[in-house]
């Protein structure tokens, strides 16, 4: 029985049927000026690789993961995992390589890439993991085995969660928050600014903003400013210039190339062709 995403009921009775077992370690490490992976032989288990913080990609398969805090990469037997860092944004990761047994005719497939917002409650399962691979005591395989059933649980879950274009509930109500300010702005506004209003970085802004909408966020600026251009052009008195200078376009010409571009005509005839469809 493969498991991958679906019914929460049915993936915790797989969970019930296996055990989780720690295999070749697990740690915390803060990744050196320089650091690159590229692992020489396939896995032969499973790694959970959860960024505590900085940038960079994994690429799993043939598939590249852009990386950021609250990443958790899930690694399967076969994999032959590629790691580059952000020079400028060092990464911090966790690592525990586990296996899963009990059943020989079942196994769990997480998702490869999870990303989480709420990352307090992820990041103290994983170190309740570190803690009982470290401990070696009597117990230790028991904890162990429980928080990793937790904590993958907790990833079905997100992943049940998530919307078809990949944002889970917290990241779409983000972008919902982002394309407000934009539209109570008049779209004169810039990413960054965005991006603080929302505390997110520019960069993770521009990507979720992307799938959210399927289209750039600086384009997303252009688009709702010329809205507000087509506004003024058509329910008040002023000029296409001084459109163009309300909205803070120095080059008038560059607005006129714009405004064709969007509505198909430049300013002076749209607003001859608008006047004349209302008689």
């Known amino acids: 029985m493969l498991v991958e995403t679906g019914d929460l009921r049915d993936i915790a009775d797989v969970v019930r049927t296996v055990r989780f077992c720690s295999s070749f370690g697990s740690g915390k490490v803060a990744c050196v000026p320089g650091w690159r992976w590229d692992h020489p032989v396939s896995f032969i288990d499973f790694d959970l690789w959860y960024v505590v ?3 960079g ?40 390589h586990f ?3 009990g059943a020989t005719d079942c196994c769990l497939l997480p998702p490869r890439h999870t990303k989480f917002d709420k990352r307090s409650e992820v ?10 691979d470290e401990r070696g005591d009597s117990l230790a395989e028991v904890r162990f085995d429980a928080w990793m059933r937790l904590l993958l649980l907790e990833l079905f879950a997100n992943a049940e969660q998530t919307e ?13 928050r982002a394309e407000r300010y934009v539209r109570a702005c008049c779209g004169q506004t ?17 990507r979720l903003f992307k799938r959210h909408a399927s289209i750039s966020l600086k384009e997303y600026l252009v688009r709702i400013k010329l809205e507000q251009a087509r506004l ?12 163009a200078l309300s909205l803070h376009y120095a080059d008038v010409y560059v607005f006129s190339k714009l405004f064709r571009k969007y509505y198909g005509l430049p300013p002076t005839q749209y607003v001859r062709a608008f006047r004349l469809s209302r008689g």
């Open 53 to 55: 913080s900085g940038e």
């Open 57 to 96: 990609t994994m690429t799993l398969q043939g598939t590249a993961y852009a990386v950021s805090p609250g990443s958790l990469i899930v690694m399967r037997p076969g994999d032959r995992p590629v790691a580059r860092q952000n020079e400028n944004d060092r990464l911090t990761i966790i690592f525990a």
């Open 99 to 101: 296996h899963i047994n």
């Open 123 to 132: 990041e103290w399962m994983l170190h309740r993991i570190l803690e009982a």
């Open 164 to 176: 078809p274009n990949g944002l889970n509930p917290d990241q779409k109500a983000a972008m919902q």
């Open 190 to 206: 810039t990413v960054h600014e965005v991006a603080a209003e929302l505390e997110l970085s520019p960069a993770y802004l521009a």
């Open 232 to 243: 003024l052009l058509t329910e008040s008195s002023m000029s296409p210039t001084q459109v």
